[in-house]
Antibody, heavy 128, light 110 residues
């Protein structure tokens, strides 16, 4: 069964770059049906989409984060990554890696895809 | 302030039917399909309803979804203690070019 696992530092200093990796196990990252990306959730608060990317490089980013955001997919390592630059305390949240599945019910559209797979989440704290 | 509006809380007794609303606009719910996620305390969200009213394999038929115009609803019938969780609606917003979520509704089973 395919699983996602986030990894990276749990503490990042203000103004630095937050870097996380999500390892895909039990299956291939290279499917035309899948978009891979990130969603975050401040402790005790709601969900915020960060961005998504397919294995071919088609990328969608939250406009509010786009200027600081880099998402990449490494098919050779079967993982994808998030880099968020110039972080502040407001970037302190739980980060989830996730899979959007456009083939879930045959819609074929990223914009109609549900997130059908989530990582367990990783808390990243921005503090000096 | 979330783009999709959900009541912050809901409650019911075991066996009751509870409905959670999700209100949006023509650029999101009015145009695109709605998904619902269930988040149990301390865990990652889980897909509960997709394409407005479809249940993934393994989700009990006590859970149902609907959509009308710019609003969507999640109904839970035969409420059980294990349903105590926070529920989020989500859809794509064509104006924002972003996935948007509701603020979440915390369901308490009394």
């Amino acid at each position: 069964q395919l699983q996602l696992q986030e990894s990276g530092p749990g503490l990042v200093k203000p103004s630095e770059t937050l870097s996380l990796t999500c390892t895909v196990s039990g299956g291939s990252i290279s499917s035309s049906n899948y978009y891979w990306g990130w969603i975050r959730q401040p402790p005790g608060k709601g969900l915020e989409w960060i961005g998504s990317m397919d294995y071919r490089g088609n990328t969608y980013s939250n406009p509010s984060l786009k200027s600081r955001l880099t998402i990449s997919v490494d098919t050779s390592k079967n993982h994808f990554s998030l880099k968020l630059s110039s972080v502040t305390a407001t970037d302190t949240t739980v980060y989830y890696c996730a899979r959007w599945n456009s083939g879930y019910y045959g819609s074929g559209s990223y914009f109609k895809s549900p997130v059908d797979l989530w990582g367990q989440g990783i808390l990243v704290t921005v503090s000096s | 302030q979330s783009v999709l509006t959900q009541p912050p809380s809901a409650s019911g007794t075991p066996g009751q039917r509870v409905t959670i609303s999700c209100s949006g606009s023509s650029s999101n719910i009015g145009t695109n399909t709605v998904n619902w996620y269930q988040q149990l305390p301390g865990t990652a969200p889980k897909l509960l309803i997709y394409n407005n009213n479809q249940r993934p394999s393994g989700v009990p038929d006590r859970f149902s979804g609907s959509k009308s115009g710019t609003s969507a609803s999640l109904a839970i019938s035969g409420l059980q203690s294990e349903d105590e969780a926070t529920y989020y609606c989500a859809t794509w917003d064509d104006s924002l070019n972003a996935w948007v979520f509701g603020g979440g509704t915390k369901l308490t089973v009394l």
